[in-house]
């Protein structure tokens, strides 16, 4: 695609995230790693690093081993969205499962949402946090009623307020006029999520932890009671372990391999728009999505200079100037007004997914496990990774709603997710079908 015969990439583009640039990816030196912990955590991003802190000042040895530098998965990579999702809307989980069973769900939901705002505060994280609120777009007429009986359901039985928007004053939210109205949810947040990072990073060491990086698992081997944890730098042996690998979890662990689902996630951010564009554009700083079943996301950065765009989840691709370009023209649908605005980064990172879109937290052969966070890394990523170092603890605070419930996998999945492109095209098509019909 070209920008008045010129690439839509800006000079010096980069395929590294955005927010690397605040927040760059700490290079530890190699340490030897102890040949003995008390608990040994795989994965350091959100969950690792939430699940270390708590274990650390409930007074456990804890090794965290990382495959690359801290963080450089999905955690510092995201779009730093502090919410209440889950992929089973609150009516449809009623209907489905009954009131109690939403509700409990739902209620863990807030639970997180509140957990991540107190720790920020508490450890005095400076990620950005900022109570924006999120803007829920409406792709058709029909839509805008789905958000609006949606959001009704959800206030009279969880008390939490909205706004609804019509398409007349959408434009005092964000400058476009694709959407048919909308909903703000007032209370919402977004981060840094780079930085957060960093700060749990620090707390997590400051309490104790020891986080090693160049160290990923090769195998977990039960021994005496507990596990060995290979990596390629030697061997850690500890009473427990806790998996907390998301999209990135591999051979080392193939059982839970199989229960969760990578798929890449894209972004891309601006360049620094005229001083006033942004302003003009997104005035609220509302994080926006829309409600497609293949989601469009806009945020605008922390310092308020750029816009950051996500889309097209679920591309199996590793061409990220490719990327950049479609997503590119997929903004300009939104926001025209950008059409001379080019691309300075753009990145990728594997989020997951499962069976049965929840979230799960739990035991398997032994090991514990946080992980499949369908969407919702930022808060259940960071409270899961608390409630499963209190289950290691033997802390009665561990229970959460989503214990006890089977980790489903597929006789045909051995972790290697080669339907992913099937399943987004079939979402994509329904969404295409749905804005036709309007």
Same mark, same amino acid.
């Given at each position: 695609m070209a920008l008045n015969g010129h690439d839509v990439l800006a000079p010096g583009?980069?395929? #590294?995230? /955005?927010?690397?640039?605040?927040?760059?990816?700490?290079?530890?030196?190699?340490?030897?790693?102890?040949?003995?912990?008390?608990?040994?955590?795989?994965? #350091?991003?959100?969950?690792?690093?939430?699940? !270390?802190?708590?274990?650390?000042?409930?007074?456990?040895?804890?090794?965290?081993?990382?495959?690359?530098?801290?963080?450089?998965?999905? #955690?510092?990579?995201? @779009?730093? /969205?502090?919410?209440?999702?889950?992929?089973?809307?609150?009516?449809?989980?009623?209907?489905?499962?009954?009131?109690?069973?939403?509700? @409990?769900?739902?209620?863990?939901?807030? @639970?997180?949402?509140a957990h991540v705002v107190a720790l920020i505060e508490a450890e005095r994280i400076d990620c950005a946090l900022r109570r924006c609120g999120r803007l829920i777009v409406a792709n058709t007429p029909r839509h805008y009623d789905e958000i609006a009986r949606a959001l009704a359901f959800k206030e009279k039985h969880l008390g939490e307020a909205y706004v609804m928007v019509p398409r007349a004053e959408l434009a005092a939210e964000v400058d476009t006029t694709l959407y048919h109205g909308g909903a703000v949810i007032p209370d919402l947040c977004s981060i840094h999520p780079g930085l957060y990072h960093l700060g749990l990073l620090s707390a997590a060491e400051k309490a104790g932890a020891e986080v090693h990086a160049r160290a990923g698992a090769t195998a977990v081997t039960p021994r005496n009671g507990g596990f060995e944890v290979s990596t390629g730098r030697g061997s850690v042996r500890a009473a427990q372990v806790l998996v907390a690998t998301n999209g990135y979890t591999g051979a080392a662990t193939p059982a839970l391999r199989r229960r969760v689902i990578p798929f890449r996630g894209f972004m891309i951010a601006t360049e620094e728009l005229a001083p006033d564009l942004a302003d003009r554009l997104i005035p609220h700083w509302r994080t926006i999505h829309d409600w497609h079943h293949d989601i469009d996301f806009l945020r605008r950065s922390p310092d308020g200079k750029r816009l950051l765009f996500g889309g097209l989840t679920g591309t199996a691709t590793d061409d990220l100037p490719a990327m950049a370009r479609r997503l590119h023209a997929?903004?300009?649908? +939104?926001?025209?007004?950008?059409?001379?605005?080019? +691309?300075?980064?753009?990145?990728?990172?594997?989020?997951?997914?499962?069976?049965?879109?929840?979230?799960?937290?739990?035991?398997?052969?032994?090991?514990? /496990?946080?992980?499949?966070?369908?969407?919702?890394?930022?808060?259940?990523?960071?409270?899961?990774?608390?409630?499963?170092?209190?289950?290691?603890?033997? #802390?009665?605070?561990?229970?959460? !709603?989503?214990?006890?419930?089977?980790?489903?996998?597929?006789?045909?999945?051995?972790?290697?997710?080669?339907?992913?492109?099937?399943?987004?095209?079939?979402?994509?098509?329904?969404?295409?079908?749905?804005?036709?019909?309007?």
């Open positions: 583009f980069k395929t #590294s995230p /955005y927010w690397w640039e605040a927040a760059p990816r700490p290079v530890r030196a190699e340490r030897p790693l102890p040949r003995q912990a008390d608990a040994v955590v795989i994965g #350091s991003g959100f969950t690792g690093l939430s699940a !270390a802190l708590t274990l650390a000042r409930g007074g456990r040895g804890v090794v965290v081993l990382e495959k690359e530098e801290p963080g450089f998965g999905a #955690s510092s990579r995201n @779009a730093g /969205y502090l919410g209440r999702t889950f992929k089973v809307s609150f009516g449809a989980l009623a209907e489905k499962a009954g009131m109690d069973h939403a509700l @409990a769900v739902y209620r863990e939901l807030q @639970a997180a949402f997929r903004l300009l649908r +939104i926001l025209p007004q950008l059409a001379g605005t080019r +691309i300075s980064h753009a990145w990728s990172g594997f989020c997951a997914g499962t069976f049965d879109l929840y979230p799960h937290i739990g035991e398997l052969d032994g090991l514990h /496990y946080a992980m499949g966070y369908c969407f919702a890394g930022v808060p259940a990523g960071t409270y899961l990774g608390h409630k499963a170092a209190l289950a290691m603890m033997g #802390s009665p605070e561990a229970r959460t !709603a989503f214990h006890g419930r089977p980790f489903p996998t597929r006789w045909f999945y051995t972790g290697r997710p080669w339907f992913m492109p099937a399943v987004m095209a079939h979402y994509r098509r329904q969404d295409r079908l749905g804005d036709s019909a309007r």
